[in-house]
């Protein structure tokens, strides 16, 4: 199994009536550095980036309400409600300077809008293959509405598995390009047992339940045309789940007023674990020098 570099440890939030993990790393005394995680995801799947960063980083990583060992909702989940969190999860830890944020997908995608809604918190902002979902017209929504309250109805299962090399056998399977002990760590630490013995991934199923808001991009465009910190974008051409197509990719980003844009070929969409010592050493001087590197496409 991997063996982490450098270790973490847990602090605990108590985030708009929620029992929130964080995970942190390095000192006090260093810079912020805050990492957000994609769906069904939890803060330790940033361990091997953070083992590759080579300057000196005060890193905390919330587990998103209802991943990780951050508490449930009850009442189900909404988008803005981790826009909400991420606002309260600063104001805790950087109350009169704004801070950098590196955000993956989901992590990506509640970054983005907040920074242009609260644009004054924001100094550097990283995007991982994250820049929002397929748009969605007002004819669809009595059909979402439909799939929203089938779903309070019949909430999704969740799959069990019988160990923890089932599960690291499973991220490989839907990765071919995972290391083997990069997967046992990630299905060892993103993972709960559950009554009967097995274990479960780390999420509370009802995060797949379908919402009752649309998505409606020209309400996020508004937000990204807003955004004043300098944006580094890095995308990738595998995202599982990809809804937009990446010329739609390129058109988003190009609405950031600062933004520049790293397309990282033959890589998938968790490039944190595959290529994390290249997402380190663009991050880092990102960060280091304040200055957008020129927009350039990589071979992974």
């Known amino acids: 199994?991997?063996?982490?570099?450098?270790?973490?440890?847990?602090?605990?939030?108590?985030?708009?009536?929620?029992?929130?993990?964080?995970?942190?790393?390095?000192?006090?005394?260093?810079?912020?550095?805050?990492?957000?995680?994609?769906?069904?995801?939890?803060?330790?799947?940033?361990?091997?980036?953070?083992?590759?960063?080579?300057?000196?980083?005060?890193?905390?990583?919330?587990?998103?309400?209802?991943?990780?060992?951050?508490?449930?909702?009850?009442?189900?989940?909404?988008?803005?409600?981790?826009?909400?969190?991420?606002?309260?999860?600063?104001?805790?830890?950087?109350?009169n300077e704004p801070v950098i944020i590196v955000g993956h997908s989901l992590g990506s995608n509640v970054a983005q809008p907040y920074a242009g809604t609260m644009p004054g918190r924001v100094k550097r902002l990283v995007s991982l293959d994250g820049f929002g979902f397929a748009n969605e017209s007002s004819d669809y929504?009595?059909?979402?509405?439909?799939?929203?309250?089938?779903?309070?109805?019949?909430?999704?299962?969740?799959?069990?598995?019988?160990?923890?090399?089932?599960?690291?056998?499973?991220?490989?399977?839907?990765?071919?390009?995972?290391?083997?002990s990069k997967a046992e760590f990630l299905a060892q630490n993103v993972s709960r047992e559950v009554a009967d013995g097995r274990f479960a991934w780390a999420f509370d199923p009802k995060v797949r339940a379908p919402r009752a808001a649309l998505y409606r991009f020209e309400e996020w465009a508004a937000c990204l045309e807003n955004i004043e910190a300098p944006v580094l974008a890095v995308s990738t051409g595998k995202h599982p789940n990809r809804l937009i197509d990446l010329s739609e990719v390129e058109y988003r980003i190009g609405l950031?007023?600062?933004?520049?844009?790293?397309?990282?070929?033959?890589?998938?969409?968790?490039?944190?674990h595959e290529i994390p010592d290249l997402v380190a050493a663009k991050i880092e001087s990102f960060l280091e020098t304040g200055e957008l590197p020129p927009s350039e496409i990589l071979q992974g």
């Open 1 to 95: 199994m991997y063996v982490p570099r450098n270790s973490s440890r847990s602090q605990w939030l108590e985030i708009r009536g929620h029992r929130y993990h964080v995970r942190c790393w390095g000192s006090e005394a260093d810079p912020l550095l805050v990492l957000l995680h994609g769906g069904r995801d939890a803060s330790p799947t940033f361990q091997f980036l953070i083992d590759e960063l080579k300057g000196k980083w005060r890193i905390v990583a919330p587990d998103w309400l209802g991943h990780g060992l951050t508490s449930w909702a009850r009442e189900g989940y909404r988008f803005t409600d981790y826009i909400a969190d991420l606002h309260f999860l600063i104001e805790h830890y950087s109350p």
């Open 141 to 180: 929504l009595p059909q979402k509405l439909q799939a929203w309250i089938r779903g309070m109805k019949n909430p999704p299962s969740e799959r069990h598995f019988n160990s923890i090399d089932e599960m690291a056998a499973r991220l490989q399977k839907a990765n071919p390009r995972l290391e083997r």
């Open 256 to 272: 950031i007023p600062r933004c520049s844009r790293i397309h990282v070929e033959n890589v998938g969409h968790n490039l944190h």
